[in-house]
Every structure is written in C-alpha cells, then in structure tokens.
C-alpha cells in the first residue's frame, strides 16, 4: 500500500470559521480530540467508516466515544427509527415505545425491575444518584478517583472552571480495587453515604485502564448492604460490550441501579437507568426531566439495536475482534522495536507505548490518523460490529508506517 498521509485543508477551514461563532471552536470532550494534522469535522459516515471535509475516508475507531456499536447507518436501526418518526416525534402525550423499551430492558438486564430515560449518560447517574439519596435519606457519595460520571456539578473536579466547594460536598473518592479504603469510609461515614458509583471496570483517560481484581465486586456489594449504602453501576460505556444482561453479570455481582448510554440506541440520543423493585417507589418520588426525553424515535432505535445486539451476540463478537486487533497491533510495534500496551477489555482498549514519552505515542497517534485510522492519544478505543478483518488489515498497515515514520 502507498505511504501517503492526508491533508485536511477544508476541515482547518472551518475551524477558523468555528472559532468565530463557538467558543473555542470545537468544545466539550470533542475539544480534546483536535489535532493540528487530524480531522476536525464529518462530511458523511458509514459503517465502520467517516469520511473528513476533504474526502479522507477514516477506519474509525473511536466509534463517536462509543454510541456507534453495529456501525454508522445500520439499516434495522435506521428503519426503525425512520418508522417511529413517521408517527411522530416529541408529542404532548407519551409513545408505547417508551413502554416496550422498559419491557426489553426489564426482560434483557439482570437486575432490572424498571427504567426511567434520558438523553446523555450524565442524565442516567444524576438520577441514579438522587434516587439513591431519596431511598437512602443520606446525602453522600462515593466515587472512583478519577472515574467519569458526566458534567453534573457534583461529578466534577473542583479545580474545574465554574464548579464550587459546595458542589463536591458530598463527594467521597476511594482508589480503584482498594477494598481497604472502601472498608475504612464505610467503617467512619457509612451512616451519612447513599451509594457508591462506579464504571463496572476502571477505564479513565491517559491511563491504562483496568480489570476489577477477582472478588473486587462481591466484596464491594456485601461491604456496601452491611452499611446500608446502594451500589450503582455505571455502564454508559462498557454497557452491552461485556454481557447483555449488564456487565456486573460477567463480573459475579447484583448492583442495585445500573446507567446506560452511549450504544444503547446506536447513535440516537438516549440515556437509560434500570434498578431493582426496592427502589420502584423512590424512583417514582424524584423529579428528574427533560423536554427531550419523551422523543420516541430513540427509544424505537434503541430496540432495533438491543434486539440485533442480542441477534449476533455482540459481546463475543466485539471480543474476537478486539483481541485480534490487539494482537496485530502488539505484533507490529514489536516489530518495529516498540512496546504497546493495550488494556480494558478488547472491545474498547487503551493503547499505550511502553517507554517512550507522552508526545511520541501522540506522534505514534497522529501518524496513523494522517494514514486513514481515525485514534485518539489519551482515551480508550472502541470497535463495532461493523468494522472488518479488511479493516484490520488497514489498521494494521496503517500502524506499521506510522512507527516507521518515528
Ligand atoms: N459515565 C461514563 C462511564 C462515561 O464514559 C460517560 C461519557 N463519556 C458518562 C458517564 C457521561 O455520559 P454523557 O457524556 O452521555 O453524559
């Protein structure tokens, strides 16, 4: 295949034009993601595929931060979303299809007795979190370190621009896999802490991303019922990837609540939380809404996706190909003379060059986003059920110019 690399003069462009009318041009976690030689905005999207404003086509591996889980455009998707919007939209009264949606989830996940809706991941443990301080009548939480929940005020930093002391209060943070510490706060606050919220495996950003230790969950959920605290699993990302039934289920443990997003509706706009009956009543009581929410094409889309999920067994899937995909990648760069770890499960790895600095493995990056693969430095990846063995071939192809040109 020829060594050549893109040029993106069109998508530069229009970030001039962008910084004009947006702040910052491109914001939120989209901001993160620009890079002077990579793409900065879509012309179209296909499958496995996007194609930038000056026609590069990209093997897309970032999969939109994870919504696209069958592939951009799948056609039973599409149809169904398509035949939901034919009747209508956001209408005064509420769809059947939000009532069928919470069946499918009722039927398909584990623990769930229920659901409520919303649109982003952050609407899904916002809730979560507040229907497990109506249950619980405390007011503290605990959270990972650097576990990512959404934008809500209580979920971020307080070094974070417009976020006070007050906002993070209540926010409690123990390490991930530290079971000690966990016991230690429970032992001192258990009778002020509502929950403990966590991803069902540690994947935060410029880090690699790691697998509850074994036993690590059932320890936490006992620890948490002896202290009265609600366990809320947050499965925005990893949801559907790891098992159908909620990822707890691979890892042996029952959550009370868990939240869903990202791949649920394979790209529609639409959060989900499920819980256990204990919790039907509390639920019942919180306000939480949205204009938005009770838009019925999404929920039509996000059982078309559950149902072919189901039909193809996606988490197997995705597992085979994320290994196999892995497994070139490792090849190559020792070919090449280099180290690469990937972590988290196989469907969304990590990727990171051992023993070299920060800017070379952006290098490494950026060189294989200029040949046609579309990844990013600090964040963990994601596959679908779209991309093919094709495709890893370019991957993999793509990869090996890109050490060479270290
Ligand atoms: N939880 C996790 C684990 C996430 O990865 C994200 C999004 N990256 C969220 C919550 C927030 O989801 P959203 O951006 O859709 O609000």
């Not at 001039?16 to 990579?38: C, L, Q, W």
């Not at 939109?64 to 998707?77: A, D, F, K, W």
């Not at 939380?273 to 019942?284: C, D």
């Amino acid at each position: 295949m020829k060594n050549t690399t893109y040029e993106v003069k069109n998508s530069d462009e229009y970030l001039s034009k962008a910084r004009e009318v947006i702040p910052g041009g491109i914001f939120g976690h989209y901001k993160y993601a620009v890079r002077d030689s990579g793409p900065k905005f879509f012309s179209k999207s296909e499958g496995a595929y996007f194609w930038d404003l000056d026609d590069n086509r990209y093997v897309d591996l970032m999969c939109g931060y994870g919504p696209s889980i069958l592939g951009y455009n799948n056609p039973e998707v599409e149809e169904a979303f398509q035949l939901s919007s034919d009747k209508g939209n956001t209408v005064s009264i509420a769809s059947p299809v939000m009532v069928d949606l919470a069946s499918k989830l009722v039927d398909m996940i584990d623990i769930a007795d229920w659901a409520l809706f919303g649109k982003n991941g952050g609407d899904a443990t916002s809730l979560a979190v507040m229907i497990a301080r109506e249950f619980t009548k405390k007011e503290k939480i605990i959270k990972i370190d650097d576990g990512y929940h959404g934008v809500a005020p209580w979920m971020q930093d307080e070094s974070r621009p417009g976020i006070i002391p007050s906002d993070n209060q209540h926010i409690l943070k123990v390490k991930w896999n530290d079971i000690d510490q966990l016991e230690n706060l429970l032992q001192d606050q258990g009778d002020k802490i509502a929950c403990f919220i966590s991803s069902p495996y540690d994947h935060p950003v410029s880090r690699d991303n790691s697998l509850p230790e074994d036993g690590y969950w059932k320890k936490v959920t006992s620890l948490c019922k002896k202290y009265g605290v609600l366990t809320i699993v947050d499965d925005v990302r990893a949801g559907f990837r790891i098992n159908l039934k909620g990822s707890n289920v691979t890892f042996g443990f029952s959550p009370d609540m868990i939240c869903f997003g990202k791949a649920i509706a394979n790209g529609h706009p639409l959060a989900a939380l499920v819980g256990t009956n204990e919790l039907k009543e509390a639920a019942e009581r919180v306000y939480f809404t949205g204009t938005q929410f009770f838009s019925a094409p999404p929920m039509a889309a996000a059982i078309a996706t559950l149902n072919e999920l189901e039909k193809v067994d996606a988490p197997s899937k995705l597992k085979q190909y994320g290994e196999d995909l892995n497994n070139r990648l490792v090849q190559v760069a020792q070919k090449k003379g280099f180290n690469l770890i990937a972590s988290g499960i196989p469907s969304m790895p990590y990727y990171r060059l051992e023993g070299v600095s920060f800017e070379t493995h952006f290098q490494w990056i950026d060189e294989c986003v200029k040949r046609g693969v579309y990844m990013l430095g600090y964040h963990n990846h994601f596959i679908s059920l779209a991309h093919s063995l094709e495709d890893i071939d370019f991957i993999e192809n793509a990869a090996s110019q890109a050490f060479d040109s270290l």
